[in-house]
């Protein structure tokens, strides 16, 4: 059974956090799978192990406690949210798989923009090479810094409650990105984050979340 997509567009955050946790705790063995595709107003999203000195200056911006995995980041106006509701034992895969198919979704989707994403171990996400978006070279290593020459495009946070997942993965498409100069971005400080429009890509926020949301309905079913 395919996970129903809903573009839920312009979403206060809290009240989508609280209704997936509510989705979560109340669905049974039959319940459907669901994937949304949220834009959420400027906020900083703290997770469960988010340390408060990663917090800079929020500049007024609220800063929101979550139980997701990660550090913190920010959401706002030309991001895409996506949130997959998944039944993991049903689909037959555990977490450490989920994780692989989000951020191989979010790399099909960049290559369908005619951008590479890339993998970094040991840091969830996505990235692209700053200074060849568009090419095909592996990440060669290694590198003075975990992080040089990199951008990130894509943060990854996840909660797996008896075995079905909620909050999700962000990809940035056409943002106003100087809020993330208030926070170290997924507790690291100095990573440059960038959006499609920085890598040249002109794309709107349904089409980009249309794209995502097929990719990730395709490979969480």
């Known amino acids: 059974m395919s996970a129903l997509l809903k573009l839920l567009g312009p979403t206060d955050y809290a009240a989508a956090a609280q209704a997936?946790?509510?989705?979560?705790?109340?669905?049974?063995?039959?319940?459907?799978?669901?994937?949304?595709?949220?834009?959420?107003?400027?906020?900083?999203?703290?997770?469960?192990?988010?340390?408060?000195?990663?917090?800079?200056d929020p500049?007024?911006?609220?800063?929101?406690q979550t139980n997701r995995g990660g550090q913190v980041t920010y959401h706002g106006p030309g991001q895409v949210v996506a949130y997959p509701l998944i039944?993991?034992?049903?689909?037959g895969i555990y977490v450490k798989e989920y994780v692989y198919r989000l951020e191989h979704c979010v790399i099909k989707t960049l290559e369908g923009f005619g951008i590479?994403?890339?993998?970094?171990a040991g840091a969830?996400?996505?990235?692209v090479n700053l200074a060849d978006p568009a090419g095909h070279a592996a990440l060669s290593g290694p590198r003075a810094q975990a992080f040089e020459g990199l951008g990130k495009v894509a943060?990854?946070?996840?909660?797996?409650s008896r075995h079905c997942t909620y909050h999700g993965v962000a990809l940035n498409v056409a943002m106003d990105l100087s809020p993330f100069s208030g926070i170290n971005p997924c507790g690291y400080a100095g990573l440059q984050t960038v959006d499609l429009a920085t890598l040249g890509v002109?794309?709107?926020?349904?089409?980009?979340?249309?794209?995502?949301g097929d990719r990730l309905a395709s490979h969480l079913s």
Not at 33 to 43: A, F, G, S, T
Not at 124 to 127: C, F, K, L
Not at 202 to 212: G, M, S
Request: hydrophobic share 35%.
């Open 59 to 64: 500049h007024g911006i609220p800063v929101v």
């Open 87 to 91: 039944d993991l034992r049903r689909l």
């Open 20 to 56: 997936m946790r509510e989705f979560t705790e109340g669905r049974g063995a039959d319940t459907p799978d669901e994937i949304w595709l949220c834009e959420h107003p400027p906020v900083y999203t703290q997770g469960l192990a988010g340390k408060a000195e990663h917090v800079l």
């Open 116 to 120: 590479t994403g890339h993998r970094v």
């Open 124 to 127: 969830p996400g996505i990235y």
């Open 202 to 212: 002109r794309t709107d926020w349904t089409t980009a979340a249309q794209q995502l």
């Open 155 to 160: 943060a990854l946070g996840i909660k797996v």
